[in-house]
Every structure is written in C-alpha cells, then in structure tokens.
C-alpha cells in the first residue's frame, strides 16, 4: 500500500499527485512474479487502464514535461484563493496602520491637555491673596494678624 495522499477534485473524483504516480509505477516495474501487477492494482484500487495510461505517459516524457510546468506555475502563480487572502489582509493592514495613526494622534493631544492641566492646577494653588479691599471682616482681621498689622 502507497502512504501518498490521493486528493480529491471539486466534483469527488480521485486526484493523484505526480508523487503518487511515481510511486505506482515504480513498484509495477518491479513487478515480476504473476499476478503481482493485478494485486497492486487491487491494493490500490486502481484500474488497468489508469495504470498503463501513467505508463504510456512515462514512456512519452509526459511526466517529466508536467513536472516543470508545475514547478513554473507554482513559482509564478497563485490561486484566487491565495489572492483574496492576500488583498484581504493587506486591506487589514491598511486599517490598522490608520489606528495606529489615530492612537498616535490622540495620545499627543492627551499629553498637551495633561501639561495644559498640570499648569493651571499649579497656578491655582500657588497662595494668591484677596486685595483687603475685597475681603469681608473676618478675613480683613486674620489678614492683619498675619501681617502683624494690628
């Protein structure tokens, strides 16, 4: 029994990789006892005509031509599916560059209102003092007492 996966096409038939291929037909070059060809058909379940098309197509170089157009297309190509991936995350990245953006921003004005903040708390609570003129009586007579005045 091969260990190759086979897959499977949209519509459920078997696809078999080019590994798969080879596989099976380096073991049917190997078979020389009777019977063994039919048994590693049935092994596989494979069908005599499948089998000896891969074999015309070995002897033509058909193989060998599939493989390096597969090779070039898997270099060179992506799928639709690679594609929309593609397009999707670079719209993410777009967005969260614009977040980042935004953070950035808002966080610059955070730290001005904090210093703007910080400096009109300092200025209040430096001891400003009421011109006596505006005092009431009370605070006229504690002003003067801590003046020494009175």
């Known amino acids: 029994m091969i260990d190759i996966p086979i897959g499977r096409t949209p519509t459920g038939k078997r696809s078999f990789t080019m590994a ?29 005509s499948t089998v000896h098309a891969w074999v015309r197509a070995r002897d ?7 493989m390096v157009k597969a090779a070039d297309k898997s ?18 990245n777009e967005r969260l560059r614009q977040k980042v953006v935004q953070a950035e921003t808002a966080q610059e004005i955070l730290g001005k209102a904090f210093e703007l903040l910080q400096g009109i708390t300092t200025s209040s ?5 009421i ?20």
Do not use: H, I
């Open 20 to 48: 798969y291929k080879f596989e099976v037909l380096r073991l049917w070059d190997q078979c020389l006892d009777r019977g063994a060809k039919a048994r590693l058909m049935r092994e596989n379940n494979l069908d005599s």
């Open 60 to 66: 033509r170089g058909d193989f060998t031509t599939t």
């Open 75 to 92: 270099r060179m190509r992506m799928d639709s599916r690679d594609r929309a991936e593609l397009a999707k995350l670079r719209k993410e």
């Open 125 to 129: 609570t430096e001891d400003t003092e």
């Open 131 to 150: 011109p006596p003129a505006l005092m009431s009586a009370d605070e006229y007579a504690a002003w003067l007492d801590r003046k020494s005045l009175s």
